[in-house]
């Protein structure tokens, strides 16, 4: 069984289709990459799946469960943490505060620092705890952000573009940290940038329009040549 998919998942926004009949499958433990161009819906794509945008048509299975119209913080509950592009960081708290926040959504008293103190740990930014959160790097916020993910002990971590804003020299702890979690979790990665991709995925899907151009392995998507057409040309 796979831990999420979709059948016939589609988003209309007037006049236009962002995400069309999209079936998607991933099973547990894997480390999937969803790539394509601008605009090709796959921040649409996942949003669905958070609950942070309505589907027009389809189904949400999480777990075998339909969650289609389940609110974004049932959908939390159940396991299902993301991060987006959009940083959901409070500027004015300090490092350690915002993981506190996200988790305190499942633990309570002394195991909240604990929690914390393990989840930035983690992400590299333990001594960075009593910092405002305003005051790290737009990388580091990022980080940030997937720490109060972390600390919510997802089954299914979704990141949307988490090396955006992270310099060169970060991005290779940053693919040792996705591998680490994978031991534990399983993760959804939007992500542009194809070094990451190519070392990090198990498997890729290609989204061009809405729909699903391709799905392989790393070296099936590297030969399609419709993909070469669409995307891979082009970066
Ligand atoms: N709230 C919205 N209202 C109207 N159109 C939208 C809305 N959100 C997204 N779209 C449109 O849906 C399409 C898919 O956008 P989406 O952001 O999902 O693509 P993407 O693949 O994530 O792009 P990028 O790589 O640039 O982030 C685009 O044409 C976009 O303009």
């Given at each position: 069984m796979s831990l999420l998919s979709t059948r016939g998942l589609?988003?209309?926004?007037?006049?236009?289709?962002?995400?069309?009949?999209?079936?998607?499958?991933?099973?547990?433990?894997q480390i999937r990459a969803l790539i394509g161009p601008n605009g090709a819906g796959k921040t649409t794509f996942v949003s669905m799946l958070c609950g942070r945008v309505e589907l027009s048509s389809g189904v949400v299975m999480f777990e075998g469960r339909d969650i289609s119209v389940l609110p974004a913080h049932k959908r939390i509950g159940l396991g299902l943490a993301y991060t987006f592009q959009i940083t959901s960081v409070f500027?004015?708290?300090?490092?350690?505060?915002?993981?506190?926040?996200?988790?305190?959504?499942?633990?309570?008293?002394?195991?909240?620092?604990?929690?914390?103190?393990?989840?930035?740990?983690?992400?590299?930014?333990?001594?960075?705890m009593e910092q405002n959160?305003?005051?790290?790097?737009?990388?580091?916020?990022?980080?940030?952000?997937?720490?109060?993910?972390?600390?919510?002990?997802?089954?299914l971590l979704?990141?949307?573009?988490?090396?955006?804003?992270?310099?060169?020299?970060?991005?290779s702890d940053f693919k040792a940290l996705i591998r680490d979690l994978a031991?534990?979790?399983?993760?959804?990665?939007?992500?542009h940038n194809m070094n990451v991709v190519m070392e990090l995925a198990d498997f890729i899907t290609v989204l061009d329009f809405g729909q699903v151009l391709a799905e392989g392995t790393p070296q099936d998507i590297r030969a399609n040549a419709a993909v070469q057409a669409a995307y891979l040309g082009t970066v």
């Open positions: 589609s988003k209309h926004f007037a006049g236009l289709t962002a995400v069309n009949d999209v079936d998607f499958d991933l099973p547990e433990g500027g004015n708290l300090s490092v350690a505060e915002n993981v506190a926040l996200a988790a305190r959504r499942r633990v309570k008293g002394a195991m909240v620092a604990q929690v914390v103190t393990e989840a930035l740990g983690k992400v590299g930014l333990a001594d960075r959160a305003a005051d790290l790097s737009y990388g580091h916020q990022r980080l940030l952000e997937i720490a109060m993910g972390l600390a919510q002990a997802p089954k979704i990141l949307d573009e988490p090396t955006q804003g992270l310099a060169d020299s970060e991005i031991n534990s979790t399983t993760i959804l990665l939007i992500e």
